[in-house]
């Protein structure tokens, strides 16, 4: 969902050494809401650990190749504030976009907390979620 922090880990992640992708870029996608899916699988294959972040209508055609689904969310009051706070992203400035926002998180968070393998509060200070993050990489494939 949109303002719980994606962007932010992502930049933590690739500070600390981690390849991390931010697939919420036009680059990665076919359409606004789908996945260039040889794209990202070709990322997929390039790398041993990637973190992939991004939500898409299409990312389940490609869960067999993640070892972890990661839900990251935050109180909607969160995300509304930290995405009226944040630059160079201008999403959800709008009043009909914060809506839109809003009804997602209604309707499509609960689909990805169905099909995720761990979720991660992301009010929790954002070094321990990039170090739970991190063990991960480490951790079993729940995927195979």
């Given at each position: 969902?949109?303002?719980?922090?994606?962007?932010?880990?992502?930049?933590?992640?690739?500070?600390?050494?981690?390849?991390?992708?931010?697939?919420?870029?036009e680059?990665?996608?076919?359409?606004?809401?789908?996945?260039?899916?040889?794209?990202?699988?070709?990322?997929l294959?390039?790398?041993?650990?990637?973190?992939?972040?991004?939500?898409?209508?299409?990312?389940?055609?490609?869960?067999?190749?993640?070892?972890?689904?990661?839900?990251?969310?935050a109180?909607?009051?969160?995300?509304?504030?930290?995405?009226?706070?944040?630059?160079?992203?201008?999403?959800?400035?709008?009043?009909?976009?914060?809506?839109?926002?809003?009804?997602?998180?209604?309707?499509?968070?609960?689909?990805?907390?169905?099909?995720?393998?761990?979720?991660?509060?992301t009010?929790?200070p954002?070094?321990?979620?990039?170090?739970?993050?991190?063990?991960?990489?480490?951790?079993?494939?729940?995927?195979?």
């Amino acid at each position: 969902m949109s303002g719980v922090g994606k962007s932010t880990i992502v930049e933590a992640l690739t500070a600390g050494g981690v390849k991390a992708v931010d697939t919420d870029l036009e680059e990665w996608k076919v359409s606004r809401h789908q996945w260039d899916l040889d794209r990202v699988r070709a990322l997929l294959d390039e790398f041993e650990e990637v973190v992939v972040a991004g939500t898409v209508e299409n990312q389940g055609l490609l869960y067999d190749a993640f070892d972890h689904v990661i839900l990251l969310s935050a109180p909607t009051s969160v995300m509304i504030e930290r995405i009226a706070r944040r630059h160079g992203n201008p999403y959800g400035k709008t009043d009909a976009e914060r809506q839109e926002i809003l009804e997602y998180t209604a309707t499509v968070e609960p689909l990805l907390r169905a099909t995720a393998t761990v979720e991660l509060d992301t009010t929790r200070p954002l070094s321990e979620t990039v170090r739970h993050i991190r063990d991960l990489l480490r951790s079993t494939r729940r995927f195979t």
